[in-house]
């Protein structure tokens, strides 16, 4: 998982609701413009971003890409958070040995 791009992908707020508004239901590019005052290929630069950092996956239909939510990715993050705030529930392996 490359973090750096996860990381540098939600640090815009535009990014951001883009996700929240793929939480609820898949979209196309176009249906996600609708909802900002910018231009459309600005939205795609969004776009292109969230995907390279593997948090929405993208599926032609016909003539349209329609986005969606990849859950695995924030999962893992927010197991990777969990590990790093050491709330004691994750193991953690040195040397083939559990700690």
Known sequence: MLKNHIFKAIND?????????????DLTAG??????DISKPSISHHLDLLRRADLVTSV???QFICYSLNTTVLD???TWI????GDGQ??????NEIV
């Not at 707020?13 to 239901?25: C, F, G, N, Q, W």
């Open 82 to 85: 969990m590990d790093l705030k």
């Open 31 to 36: 249906e996600i413009a609708e909802a900002f």
């Open 13 to 25: 707020a535009t990014r951001r609701k883009i996700l929240e508004m793929l939480k609820s239901k």
């Open 76 to 78: 893992d993050i927010l």
């Open 90 to 95: 994750a193991d953690i392996e040195i040397d």
């Open 60 to 62: 032609k239909k016909g």
